[in-house]
């Protein structure tokens, strides 16, 4: 087999590829051979169709079919012989494809970029440093009352924190705008829900009555037509229902695992719960930290293939996040809504398997079993969760990654500028996002 690489454009290559006749035609040959013993033509018995029959009928499809397969296996074999990484499938055009001659076809396809490591030691990263107290216990417990809220109808005006049962619609200029409408539904008054003065607006109205409020839509809202404008809800009110939580007692202490109704128990698991949820959320700032250094850091060209292969998982990831199913097709959705966002995951893949490879990390075997108790831990037979996992090579498989990235993560802050900041309970679990704002 002749085998010639060509670097066409950055990361493109263009291989030449010629394959002896004798391999693709005895291919072909056998392949018709095959398909002689069950054709069945008119006027012949199964089986017992002439080979020239075969030939003529489907020798040019057969050949085909042999070629997409010679095609691959004789690339498969030239990148080999070659020493090179293709990223992405190729593209193939045959060249030459007669019966009797050598094969020759191109194969063109993109190769992994050469990364060059940069050094660790201009990546910042601010670390919060938190604990759990007693307030912030106190505080959860509250907030989980707040979740188990039950409604009550009630014979008085609306107060903040009811909720009310509507009817509205809105008006600009006299004409009704479009989403700006509806019948009974439900909403928490001071939840924010709706744009600001709207629901300021209802405190004080009683069942039935009606009211017209005068409220200004945001500058930042998104739609054209309303942002920064004024308009005016006609709202009436159908029902009033006060809030009523329920006491921290024996049944409440329940949902939560506590059997035997006993406080003190019953913070602990509160407190080893936020605990849990401290612990992941700093280790997840620091981590996008680390990552977003990297990705700064680390300049180089990307093969598009593998960049329009994200693009497409995270159209699809999006389709299923809003329940879009076959009823929504994910193609309407461009790949540049995704590009940004694709290249950075493309860059840290590439990144991180780099360090992977220069510092020979491996997923350390006790931080996975580790990883699995904890996760395990949070199920109600934790045993059969780890019999689970361990049984399940893929799930493994997914695990030993999340380790693995963790432990490049600390790789890196052993160089790294790392600066402590100390955060109430709050502030540190809050996501990066909310903190820039």
């Known amino acids: 087999m002749q085998v010639s690489l060509e670097t066409t454009s950055g990361l493109e290559r263009r291989m030449t590829v010629g394959v002896p006749a004798e391999k693709v035609d005895s291919a072909v040959n056998e392949k018709l051979r095959e398909a002689q013993k069950s054709v069945r033509l008119n006027g012949f018995r199964p089986g017992k169709v002439p080979m020239s029959e075969v030939k003529r009928r489907f020798g040019d499809a057969v050949r085909n079919e042999v070629l997409a397969d010679v095609m691959r296996d004789s690339f498969i074999e030239a990148v080999e012989q070659e020493k090179v990484q293709p990223a992405g499938m190729p593209g193939f055009e045959a060249v030459t494809n007669q019966s009797g001659k050598d094969l020759e076809f191109v194969a063109t396809f993109e190769v992994y970029p050469d990364v060059e490591l940069a050094p660790f030691d201009a990546i910042e990263v601010e670390k919060p440093v938190s604990e759990v107290t007693d307030a912030d216990v106190d505080q959860m417990i509250e907030t989980l009352r707040e979740q188990r809220a039950a409604y009550q109808e009630v014979d008085r005006a609306a ?16 004409e009704a705008f479009e989403g700006g409408s509806a019948e009974g539904q439900n909403l928490e008054l001071g939840s924010g829900r709706m744009i600001p003065g709207f629901e300021d607006g209802i405190v004080g109205m009683k069942a039935g009555e009606q009211k017209n409020i005068d409220v200004t839509f945001p500058e930042d809202y998104q739609s054209e037509e309303l942002k ?22 024996g049944e409440f202490m329940k949902g939560f695992g506590v059997e035997d109704g006993d406080m003190d128990k019953f913070k602990a698991e509160v407190r080893k719960n936020m605990e849990r949820e401290l612990k992941n959320a700093i280790a997840g700032k620091v981590k996008e930290q680390v990552m977003d250094g990297l990705a700064k850091s680390h300049e180089f060209d990307l093969p598009d293939a593998l960049v329009k292969q994200e693009s497409g998982r995270m159209r699809e990831q999006m389709v299923q996040q809003f329940g879009g ?49 904890e996760i395990s831990a949070q199920y109600e037979q934790p045993e059969e969760v780890v019999n689970w996992v361990y049984s399940n ?45």
């Open 159 to 174: 107060e903040s924190g009811d909720q009310v049962n509507i009817d509205y619609k809105g008006l600009k200029d006299g």
């Open 228 to 249: 920064g404008q004024t308009v005016v809800f006609e709202i009436k009110v159908n029902k009033v229902e006060g809030k009523s939580l329920p006491e921290v007692d």
């Open 325 to 373: 199913g076959q009823q929504f097709d994910a193609s309407m959705l461009p790949d540049e809504l995704f590009r940004d966002q694709a290249e950075r995951s493309v860059r840290l893949g590439l990144v991180v398997r780099a360090i992977l490879d220069k510092h020979e990390l491996s997923a350390d075997a006790d931080k996975v079993k580790a990883r699995v108790e």
């Open 393 to 437: 090579p893929q799930q493994l498989q997914q695990i030993e990654g999340a380790v693995l990235e963790d432990q490049v993560v600390d790789f890196v802050l052993e160089s790294a500028k790392v600066e402590e900041k100390s955060l109430p309970y709050q502030e540190a679990v809050k996501p990066r996002q909310q903190d820039d704002q």
